[in-house]
């Protein structure tokens, strides 16, 4: 019902910048929240930061201070802007949304493919 899209990953040196995007397409009425979450191998998926329609933002607080989520609501996209990167930060980031379609007679709650982010040291 409703895609996600992801770009921006790649690799970077510790203390270096990346900025994800995720662009979310389909028959969407209504996005209430919006989050980057990530998964380090051998660990679990943890969310990073979220954003909610009513203004509501949530971080981790291994990222506070350093992430930025953001969201353009005209494009139905979410952006995570990763400054001050380090290692630890390395993992596969996934894009989540939740919200709903067909003038609001569904709901959905979407996940993207993930993007690979390397932070070397």
């Known amino acids: 019902q409703v895609r996600l899209v992801e770009s921006g990953g790649g690799l970077v040196q510790a203390g270096g910048s990346l900025r994800l995007s995720c662009a979310a397409s389909?028959?969407?009425?209504?996005?209430?929240?919006m989050g980057w979450y990530r998964q380090a191998p051998g660990k679990q998926r943890e969310l990073v930061a979220s954003t909610t329609s009513g203004g509501r933002v949530d971080y981790a607080d291994s990222v506070k201070d350093r992430f930025t989520i953001s969201r353009d609501n005209a494009k139905n996209t979410v952006y995570l802007q990763m400054n001050s990167l380090k290692p630890e930060d390395t993992a596969v980031y996934y894009c989540?949304?939740?919200?709903?379609?067909?003038?609001?007679?569904?709901?959905?709650?979407?996940w993207g493919q993930g993007t690979q982010v390397t932070v070397s040291s």
């Open positions: 989540n949304a939740a919200g709903s379609v067909w003038m609001g007679s569904r709901t959905f709650d979407s």
């Open positions: 389909g028959s969407i009425f209504m996005i209430n929240s």
